[in-house]
């Protein structure tokens, strides 16, 4: 076939009078049966006219396209003007018509140009033309639009899409002529045809339409992995080992493990009793069972003789070994042998053993039993840290061999591996520990060789064992994936057979093809082949650098440089580096061709995060192939890399961040059940994710922030890589999902959508940091541990876990976030502080992390607190006369309500740089003036005279507590409720209920009157407990505040008197309230009850006591007791509003599931509104919801506090004890993205009307502003209690 066989199109060119060019251009259409003649007029001045006409076979004459008509004759068609052209497009459906004949008219002139020899001509070849049906036209499609993905996916018209397909015709038929084969084309195609790529062009298409929106099921992508732990911390039970903790019980438990081999179980058990070291060993093995076992005294694996003194019974010392016989503990129930050794207080460090069973050896598939002794004198060899724990065996363990590990790397990684082997059942702790360590190498804290050699071969069979093994714990143990993932992005890949091997053989050629075989490259050879490191692939970048930049020393030292090695680290390797590189300028093409193939030599080995050696490994024919049909990924995702190696080299960021999440995407599927080759998925996977982070951050230099659906965009994009990053991701993904709903919901400088995405955005900043403190909680005293005990660098310590969340998905999203939050306030008119206390104030400038560190500090002069956490259930200190903070807080919180009540600014900044410049001048005077945009800060002393100076309490002082006496009863009805017997809760809720109109409703209630926990602490069953409480609150009373904890414990011992049970229980049945009544309902009330007691020496209601003169001793503590109403929504109403103070004004907050989530302090804020009372049925959203969690119980009762002293005049004792439901509610992760609440405006005008009037309604009976608690269920408002509004 030859090359104009394959032609699709046929041009020519005619020059003209007066310096102008006709070019003409016929192309066979894709439909086949259609051609298209164009004709561009250049350098012409004004407009002509195309006189035309059709030549069909045999004939000479001039015929109109039989379209038309059938008769001879010509048409005239003016040509358009068409960017610098005059453009006039002809289609001829005729395949009869072989030429267009015509001349050219002056429109302006009546003249005419033609030919010198007659008529202008241009043939119709049909056959060549057409040629193009030979190439299937999903072929065809694919081409279109990787020319169309080649340009950065521009907007197209359907003009330009017309012309991209066509483009793709001629780019395959080139193909074509040059030999290549349809099914070559068809393999290596590597765009996706995807779903708005039809077919041919049309008119009215939209081939590729970008829109800034992008939307997948994230749901699919859902990830929880929780760690099987029992409630001493180790790995979920087995049958055995329940059998064996219920024989020699649960108490004093520090360790367990169990191992499965065969048909056998082998259970074993550690307590610490009384300073001694227990060990119980129980086995399902039948008949004589033998445990041959030895002890390890310094290092877990050492094998020694036990001493004699702590030999069991049936015990003999063998060879080096001591067998002791099993003794069988079988019943009619069970059948298990057991063995109880007593280490006393020995130190061992752990124990190996085999057992033999009958006529054979059973052992830990080909190795030896281990278990690691727990040490007595450190917390069951963990170090408790916010729930977390290090394995400090494990951590003291790599510190005693670090001097064996740093011989070379092929000892470090065979050590690891032996490590992680033993250490991966003891739950996250040793995985955590092995990470931290590689981490420490990775960043070159640690000697990586010393006075070694080591064939890279054996390096790179090191590395692929361990990276073995991290895949198989991988595999087996999801709840350690992120680990692992953190892990493997620190090594290489490594490899069997030849792959360490080739760096050793390859330098050799490079030196002899390149005459380079002295100097720095024979320095360089030296080290390579006597201990290759991942130094190796910076050096060969540094070269090629070098080498590109015309060699240029400077480009080589600069790569060197960037990538944290030194001259004095190429000296200190044991074959040091001295020399710079020196090559000839014949050698440079030479070198670069070489360098670049031994890069990925190189590669390969070391850098199992560099994306060119992972996705070469995937499409290489040899393995790709495997693993692709191993896995069922889609050719997809084929088509996917090929394009994200295309988009890297040329370095188009702006696709390639889609790309490389779309790969993610596709491949996700297959990380999450792996069936074969995990590894290989998972160093790609890595490879895609850092590659993103990369090039998102050069995308963020170029982005317009003042552009919100190019910012929301690109935020989409980032929120899925961070989901498919993230394992239990649940809330991430709520959030892309509530993002992906308001990028489709976009109105230019609409305040609504403006609310509504601030609030997703404020979500996602709590979610955020969140997972920073995860990280520190989980990660960090690992990193402070081990890096002091290998002499790391303090700030290499201090900055350890900060490094890794800077590396990780979240950092990029953090700063996203960080800079479009101005423009999102700016378009909703929120400035950058929300006022929530409104007062002027002056005093001198304190910073705290935490507000409820310094709750019972009085402060000496006025004092103005900065404070980087408040969670909305702290008392403000006395001299406090502001708190600033960057925290979220409910307006209706605890420390919102205090800061009011006491005439204290209280605020919350959005700009962190309005904070840190306000840090700056912490010791200083400061003044705060409140106008209508927010606050106005000041340095000094504000010379208006209208700052307030008071600086102690303003809450007025001794405010003196009535004593309240016992009624007798334990419990009460609602019908019975006086001032005398219950507190101002119980109070309201019976005025409330019998006089609200029937459309709101009053949940049932009972309570337990004043006096029911001093009488329950007198009876005869509380002696010992009301001693101990005396003698506590004795010490409370002299000042010890450590002492409230103690008593609250106590409280919790308290036994119930029978008549008190027999009374609750009753009332509760006759109330028809949600009450089983059986035993395991009693026990959960009495806790409950327990509970609301206790609180009265909660810290924040002694001190506010305390602060305020009020007589704690003689607060007397009622109980509520409440049908819990299992409602969709909680709301709080302030009838007057308590921000600005119009009384003119409703003010409510809701949250979805129970109100514990408004207000308990939890993060985020609700959604607020105010309604006008002269027009209850138009409320207006002042802000959207950010609460991340909603609580929901099933049917049950709460038992709320009651005290005598909730609603003192002059003291808000409200909100200060406690609360409890007698089954604990459910943490439910909240998706606002189809919440009703947000998206139905009109469910939502008709709910916050009625919840508004219902506040109007309440207010009225009582003639006084009210804050009011309820719950929506079904529509129907319930309101579970009211106050007067302070």
Known sequence: MNKAAMATSKSHSFQLIEGMELQTTVTGLPNGNSVRAEFHLKNCTRTWILHWGCIYQGNNNWFVPSEHSTKQGALQTPFVKSGNDYVVILELRDPKVRAVEFVLKDGNR?????????????????????????????????????????????????????????????????????????????ANSSIPVEKAVISEPKQTMNLHQPSHRRKHDVQKWLQKYAEPVTKNGSVNSSALADLLKKSVGQENVVSQRSFHVKNYEIAVLQKNVKGDCLLYVATNMAGPTVLHWGVAKSSAGEWLTPPPDVLPEKSKIVHGACQTYFTDMSSREHSYQLIDINFKRSGFVGIQF?????????????????????????TSGKLDVDGKFILKWLLDEIVEREKEAERSLMHRFNIATELTERCKDEGEGGCIGIMVWMKFMATRHLTWNKNYNVKPREISEALETFTNLMEKIYLQQPYKREIVRLTMALVGRGGQGDVGQRIRDEILVIQRNNHCKSGMMEEWHQKLHNNSSADDVIICEALLNYVRSDLRIDAYWKTLKANGITKERLASYDRPIVSEPRFGSDAKEGLIRDLTMYLKTLKAVHSGADLE?????????????????????????????????????EDNAAPLIEKL??????????????????????????????????????????????????????????????????????????????????????????VEWALQTKAVLDRLQLVLADRCQHYFRLIQPSANYLGQMLRVDKHGIDVFTEEVIRAGPGAVLSTLLNRFDPCLRKIANLGCWQVISSADAYGFLVCVNELISVQSKVYSKPTVVIASKVTGEEEIPDGVVAVLTPSMIDVLSHVSIRARNSKICFATCFDQNVLRNLKVKEGREISIHINSTGLVISDGKNSDGHVRHIYISSVSWGVITKRKKFCSNYVISSKEFTSEMVGSKSCNIKFLRERVPSWIKIPTSVALPFGTFECALSDDSNMDVARKLSSLKVSLNRGDMSKLKAIQEAVLQMSAPTALRNELIHKLRSERMSYHGDESSWNRSWMAIKKVWAS???????????????????????????????????????????????????????????????????????????????????????????????????????????????????????????????????????????????????????????????????????????????????????????????
């Open 354 to 378: 085999v057992i033999w069973s009958g006529s054979y050896w059973v052992n830990n598939n080909g190795a030896n039993f281990a278990v690691n002794l727990k040490s007595l004198n450190s």
């Open 1096 to 1286: 009265k020496w909660n810290e924040r209601a002694y001190v506010s006591c305390k602060k305020t003169r009020v007589d704690h001793d003689a607060v007397c503590m009622a109980v509520l007791v409440q049908e819990v109403i299992c409602g969709d929504y909680a709301f709080v109403i302030h009838t007057n509003n308590p921000v600005t103070g119009d009384p003119s004004e409703i003010y409510t907050e809701i949250v979805k599931g129970l109100g514990e989530t408004l207000v308990g302090g939890y993060p985020g804020r609700a959604m607020s509104f105010i309604t006008k009372k002269t027009n209850l049925k138009s409320p207006t959203v002042i802000s959207y919801p950010s609460k991340r969690i909603g609580l929901y119980s099933k049917p049950s009762v709460i038992f709320r506090s009651d005290s005598n002293n909730e609603d003192l005049e002059g003291y808000a004792g409200a909100g200060l004890y406690d609360s409890v439901i007698m089954d604990e509610a459910e943490e439910v992760v909240v998706d606002y993205s189809r919440e009703q609440l947000i998206v139905d405006k009109a469910f939502q005008v008709r709910l916050f009307s009625a919840i508004a009037e219902a506040g109007h309604v309440i207010e009225t009976l009582y003639g006084c502003p009210q804050d009011i608690e309820g719950v929506v269920k079904g529509g129907v408002i319930y309101v579970v209690q009211a106050r007067p509004q302070l």
């Open 661 to 750: 999440v779309d790969a993610r995407i596709e491949l996700h599927p297959a990380l999450r059940a792996p069936r074969a080759k995990a590894k290989d998925l998972l160093f790609l996977d890595i490879a895609l994710e850092s590659c993103f982070k990369t090039t998102i951050e050069k995308r963020l230099i170029s982005l317009n922030f003042n552009n919100p659906p190019e910012v929301v965009f690109v935020i989409c994009v980032v929120l899925e890589n961070l989901c498919l990053s993230t394992f239990n991701n649940e809330e991430v993904i709520c959030c892309t999902k509530d993002w992906y709903r308001v990028s489709e919901t976009y109105k230019a400088h609409d």
């Open 613 to 649: 050696s992972a996705i070469d490994t995937f499409l290489s024919p040899s393995k790709g192939h495997n693993v692709f049909a191993l896995n069922g990924l889609s050719p997809k995702l084929q088509d996917l890399l090929s394009s994200v190696k295309r988009l890297v080299r």
């Open 110 to 186: 009546n003249r005419w140009l033609k030919q010198h020899t007659g008529n202008f001509r241009v043939e119709i070849p049909w056959n060549e033309l057409h040629a193009h049906h030979r190439i299937p036209k999903n072929l065809i499609e694919r081409r279109a639009y990787t020319i169309w993905d080649r340009k950065g996916r521009p907007p197209n018209s359907a003009r330009e899409q017309q012309i991209d397909y066509e483009n793709a015709i001629r780019e395959l038929q080139a193909d074509l002529a040059r030999g290549i084969s349809i099914d070559d084309l068809q």
